[in-house]
């Protein structure tokens, strides 16, 4: 059971196909509630794939986006957190706004997504999996991306502080650094 955010298009509608075509019942998480449904709609029936709105930044929406999946499916065994966006800036265009929302969609919306479905999987104790979908960006610097840059090494970070934590309880957690 596959939980991934962002899924309704780019990487993640293209990460939510892979897993159905491997046999994976695939919750599609995104902020498009109608956006996620047509998504998973071509992915099957409700049987093999259900879309759920996911505002990531929002706790009590993450809440009730893995609650729908352990309600449609059962539980959650592997998490992608894709859902993100880049607004390419240099330093002195940056507005804290532009810096806000990079962060709560991709820093936060990670940790929250991380968090309530980790709670999940320990509770499931069978182990399972959490998948980042950082940048190359979370250990390059280059210019005109100051917002983008921090939160995809916020992220980065998190794959290794999460990786320890968890690992007790048989959860792997990876980052991919497109």
């Not at 059971?1 to 599609?28: D, P, Y």
């Not at 997504?113 to 104790?125: L, P, Y």
């Not at 992220?155 to 991919?176: D, F, I, K, S, T």
């Given at each position: 059971?596959?939980?991934?955010?962002?899924?309704?298009?780019?990487i993640?509608?293209?990460?939510?196909?892979?897993?159905?075509?491997?046999?994976a019942?695939v919750?599609?998480?995104?902020?498009?509630?109608?956006?996620?449904r047509?998504?998973?709609?071509?992915?099957?029936?409700?049987?093999?794939?259900?879309?759920?709105?996911?505002?990531v930044?929002?706790?009590d929406?993450?809440?009730?986006?893995?609650?729908?999946?352990?309600?449609?499916?059962?539980?959650?065994?592997?998490?992608?957190?894709?859902?993100?966006?880049?607004?390419?800036?240099?330093?002195?265009?940056?507005?804290?706004?532009?810096?806000?929302?990079?962060?709560?969609?991709?820093?936060?919306?990670?940790?929250?997504?991380?968090?309530?479905?980790?709670?999940?999987?320990?509770?499931?104790?069978?182990?399972?999996?959490?998948v980042?979908?950082?940048?190359k960006?979370?250990?390059?610097?280059?210019?005109?991306?100051?917002?983008?840059?921090?939160?995809?090494?916020?992220?980065a970070?998190?794959?290794?502080?999460?990786?320890?934590?968890?690992?007790?309880?048989?959860?792997?957690?990876?980052?991919?650094?497109?």
């Amino acid at each position: 059971i596959a939980f991934v955010t962002g899924a309704a298009s780019g990487i993640g509608k293209a990460i939510a196909t892979r897993l159905a075509a491997e046999g994976a019942c695939v919750v599609v998480a995104d902020l498009d509630l109608e956006k996620a449904r047509a998504a998973a709609a071509e992915l099957g029936s409700a049987d093999v794939a259900i879309g759920v709105a996911a505002n990531v930044a929002d706790a009590d929406a993450v809440q009730a986006a893995v609650d729908e999946a352990v309600l449609a499916f059962g539980g959650v065994d592997l998490v992608v957190n894709n859902a993100g966006l880049s607004l390419s800036k240099p330093l002195l265009e940056t507005t804290v706004a532009d810096w806000d929302l990079q962060h709560n969609v991709m820093a936060k919306g990670s940790f929250l997504v991380s968090r309530e479905t980790a709670k999940v999987m320990k509770a499931q104790a069978m182990g399972g999996d959490i998948v980042y979908i950082s940048s190359k960006n979370s250990v390059f610097a280059g210019p005109n991306n100051i917002a983008y840059s921090a939160t995809k090494a916020d992220q980065a970070h998190q794959v290794r502080l999460l990786a320890v934590e968890l690992g007790a309880y048989g959860v792997r957690v990876n980052g991919v650094n497109p």
